[in-house]
C-alpha cells in the first residue's frame, strides 16, 4: 500500500457477494476489454512513490515527495536531503525519491504548460502516482530502470491528532473531503484517489522528461495500454473446470472443479475465523488461503484441525475458494494480454479503469507471489507460514512435548525486552513451542520502559499476537528471568521443572550468569538452556535485533514494514511509527529516565521517592540493569 491506498481485486468490489458473481464479473471484464469499453494497462511491480510540486519558501517552485501522512514533513513534502536523513543512503525509498526529484526538477521549465494543463501547478493535493524500479523489483526483474506514471491522483484531507500537533510532529492536510466507505459507512482510510486529467497533457509532460531521464539511465513510461495478444487463446472455461481438492476432516477430502466450488461459495466479507492455536484472522486472507489450498495436500492439515469451529471452516472455504478463484481467472486473463512494455502475464498485473469508479487489478499468481519476495526462497516462506507453524504445534499428533527423566513436565520460558518482538524472536519462539508444546511455552515480558524501550507491556503483547504468538502464553512480570508471575499457575513443584531459553552470546565465553541451574523459593527446580538462534538480515543494518529492527522500522514504509515482520497491521504499524519517532525526537533532549518507564505493575506496592533527583527507585534499576544486561540478545 503507497499513498493512494489499496487497489481493489475483484472481491473487493461490493457487488461481488458470491462465487457465480466473481466468474460474471471477470467474464465482464474480459470482454468489455476486448469491445474497448473499459482500458486495461500494466500495471508494475516497484517502490510506489508519490511526489507534487509546491512552492517553496523562496517562491520557486519544486517537486517534493509526500507519504500522504499527517507528518509535517510529507505535508511539507520532502526533498531529496529529508529523505536522506529519513532513510539512510542504503534505503531504496532514498535512491527511489532522489533519482525522481532530480530528473522532474531539472525538467519544469518545459513541462510548465503541461503541469498547468493537468491542475498541478497551483494545487499540491494533487500528485504524480509513480513506480520507481531499477534493476530488480520486489518479485519481478526488468531489463531497464523504470519510472511509471500511473496518473494524476489528488489527497484526501486528514485530520492530525491534537497531542502531535501539540508537539510539533504533525499537521492538518489539505485536500479533498474525504468521503464514507460505502461497506463500512465510515470515512475511507485511503490516502488519495486517482481523479481525471488531461491524457494527452501528461504524454506531452512524459515526451518532454523522457530525454532527461534517459541521461541518468532511466525510461518514463505513462499509461501502458494492454490488448488482447491474438497468439493466445483465452479459455476461462478450462480454468473454472480445474479440479480442486480440500480436506474439511481426517481423510474427508471434497473435489470439486474451481466451477463447482464458485458456485457453491459466498463472500465471507470482513469475517474473522479463529484458528487452532488461538489467533484471530481474516476469512478472505492469505493465511487461510493457503490453509485451505494445502489443506488436502501429503501432509496438509485438515481445516476441523486448523481451525477452531465447524462455522470457521464453512468461512474458510468461502475466502480460500473467492482467493483461489481471484488467482487462476486474473492469471489466465493476465497471460491473454500483451503490451509495448511485454507479455503481461509477467508483470505484476493489470489495472482496469472504467468498471468502477475506482481502479480494480487483477494481478494472478502475484496475489501469493508477495510471499516469496518477502522471504526469498519459497519452501522458508511455508515454513514460517501459519500452516506449518500449526503442522508442529502440540495439538498436531505428529509432536511429543517434553518430559524429563523423572516425567517432570516441563516449562520453557522465552524471556525478553521484544522491543518489539521480531521475525526473528517468533521463530525462536516457534522452535521452543514446537519442542515443548504451545501450553508449555511461555513468553515473559515486562512493563518497563526507557529510551531503547519505548513499548509497553500492552503494545509489545499486540505485536506478539500479531506474530502468532497465543495471548494466554505471553505473561506481564517484573522481571523476565525470575518469572513468578508464571509460577503461580504451574500447579504442584514436584511435577514441573521450568528452563529459561537465552541467547548464545549470553551463555558462550562470557556466561552472564553466575548459575545455570537451581531451585526456586517457590520450590521450582530450573535451569538456563540456549535458545535456538536465528539470523535474518536486515538490509543495510546487519542482523535482526531489537536494535537494529526499531532502526529500520522507524521510517518504514507499509511495504517495508510487511517485509521487515512478515505481516502487516495498520494499528500496529501507527503505533510503532508514533512510539519509535517520539523515542527518537526525545533522546534529543534532557528528558530523565523516570519519565521514560511505564505504569507500575498492576498490584504492585506504590514506590516511594528514593532520591530527590529522577532517579529509578533502587529494586527497579536493578531490574532494568538486569533486563538490559540478559536480554542483549534476545529483546
Known sequence: MGTPGHMAHPFDVDKVKTGQDLIDYINDAVLRLQNQEIAGSVKWDGINTSFKLITNDGGAKEFRMDRGTSHIDSVIGLDAEAALAKWGPEHGMANAVATLLKIFNEAIPQIEPELKELGMWEDPTKYFNTEYIEGKSNVQEYDENILAIHGINQFYEKKAQPHAIRKGTSMDRPGMARPLDASTGKPTKSGGIEVPYNKD???????????????????VYGDVPVEFDPEVALDLEEVLNTP?????????????????????VEHPQDKKITRADGKSVGALSKDIYMAVLQSADENGIPLSQYLESQEDVKDAINGGIFYHGTRLLGQAVKNSLRSVAGPVGSHEGVVLRGMEDFLVKLTGDFIVQGLASTHGKQEE??????????????YSENVVTEQSEDHKRSVAIYPGRFQPMGRHHFQTYQELAMKNGIENTFVATSNNMGPNSPLSFEQKKAIMEAHGVPSSQIVEVRNPYYAKEIYENLGDPDEVEVKYFVGNKDMKENPRFQKTSGTTKEGYDWSIGVAPHVEIEVPGLGEMSGTTLRTALKHATREDFETLMGWFNEEIYEMLQGSLKE?????????????????????????????????????????????????????
Request: hydrophobic share 40%; proline share 5%; aromatic share 6%.
Open 201 to 219: 497533457a501528461l504524454a506531452s509532460l512524459i515526451e518532454k522528461v523522457q530525454p532527461i531521464a534517459r541521461k541518468k539511465g532511466f525510461e
Open 244 to 264: 480442486v481438492s480440500v480436506q474439511v476432516t481426517p481423510g474427508g477430502v471434497a473435489t470439486n472443479t474451481l466451477r463447482e466450488w464458485l458456485q457453491m
Open 381 to 394: 516462506v511455508l515454513k514460517e507460514s501459519p500452516l506449518y507453524w500449526a503442522r508442529n504445534l502440540s
Open 583 to 635: 523515542i527518537a525526537a526525545m533522546s534529543h533532549g534532557s528528558v530523565a529516565i523516570a519519565a521514560q518507564r511505564g505504569p507500575d505493575v498492576a498490584g504492585s506496592e506504590k514506590k516511594k521517592k528514593c532520591h530527590e533527583k529522577n532517579f529509578l527507585p533502587k529494586e527497579q534499576l536493578v531490574n532494568e540493569v538486569m533486563d538490559y544486561l540478559l536480554g542483549i540478545s534476545v529483546g
